[in-house]
């Protein structure tokens, strides 16, 4: 499985492609990682050092993978932060290239706009590039219950406002394409404060996982659980099998990051979790389509 990856960096941390690429190798994925951005550390500290990548540099990096040959055998493209609009169409010019040598690749975007509390936190023509551009050429789509809102201009304040949301993101999706949306996080309406539900759907349906709230916040834990959503889809898992899997392997990420006192999740000693979750969560049958 060869994944093309086009997402942040940060040195210190796990966000973007350094929330993602461990779990991808660690379940045996090559993964061709490029940077939209390099960072000290996630910017939530306060303050970091670094750089913002054009699209002209991210297009070079591709040119030099085509050279290779190899696009033909690339699985998926996954993106996540972008920083920049031209870095957004580098990364969808990336896109065609690779359906070009391989038809059957697939693009999952997670699409990075911002969150409950800090709001949006990129551009507003990142977010206009989002909705006209990018939606319409993914497969996969991992938004957070924020960015779902943002996408659809839809209320999403409870299960059923989510489902609605959800719907219209894939009427809006690539038509001939898969058309999954995986909703990264979404409180429970009912019981805000003990639990969180990661919701996932496809043409077949809808289906939810609820796992235990943890007493703090992760950064990085969306760029975690897309790439590992991503990884058992193309391993051949259905969308309620790859959510159950995505999901118990991230909260046993979680857990054991918050048992540790780690703010920066503890990728690398909770590795067991990513292969051999401890905890397993089900999914539910919400909707059948």
């Known amino acids: 499985m060869n994944i093309l990856s086009i997402q942040s960096w940060v040195a210190y941390g796990h966000v973007g492609n350094a929330a993602a690429m461990f779990p991808l190798q660690r379940l045996g994925?090559?993964?061709?990682a490029i940077q939209t951005v390099q960072f000290s550390n996630h910017p939530g500290y306060g303050g970091w050092t670094g750089d913002v990548y054009t699209g002209q540099a991210i297009t070079r990096l591709v040119d030099g993978i085509a050279a290779r040959g190899v696009l033909g055998s690339c699985?998926?493209?996954?993106?996540?932060?972008?920083g920049s609009a031209a870095t957004g169409e580098a990364v969808l010019q990336a896109m065609d290239r690779v359906r070009a040598a391989n038809p059957a690749a697939l693009y999952c975007c997670d699409p990075v706009l911002g969150d409950d509390g800090p709001g949006v936190y990129v551009a507003a023509d990142i977010a206009d590039l989002m909705r006209r551009r990018a939606v319409p050429q993914a497969d996969i789509l991992t938004p957070n219950r924020f960015e779902l809102a943002t996408l659809t201009g839809e209320p999403v304040d409870d299960?059923?406002?989510?489902i609605a949301a959800v719907a219209a993101l894939q009427a809006a999706m690539r038509p001939e394409g898969r058309q999954i949306v995986l909703v990264t996080s979404l409180p429970?309406?009912?019981d805000r404060d003990s639990s969180i539900d990661l919701l996932a759907a496809d043409r077949a349906g809808a289906w939810l996982v609820r796992t235990p709230r943890l007493p703090q916040a992760f950064n990085g834990a969306g760029d975690a659980v897309a790439a590992l959503f991503l990884f058992h889809h193309l391993a051949g898992a259905a969308t309620p099998d790859a959510l159950e899997r995505a999901a118990s392997s991230l909260y046993g990420v979680l857990a054991q990051t918050a048992a540790s006192g780690h703010r920066e999740l503890q990728l690398i000693a909770a590795?067991?979790?990513?292969v051999r979750p401890t905890h397993l969560f089900y999914p539910v049958l919400l909707a059948k389509s």
């Open 159 to 162: 299960l059923a406002g989510a």
């Open 29 to 32: 994925a090559e993964v061709w």
């Open 75 to 82: 699985d998926a493209v996954l993106s996540g932060y972008l």
């Open 188 to 190: 429970d309406a009912a």
């Open 271 to 274: 590795q067991e979790e990513l």
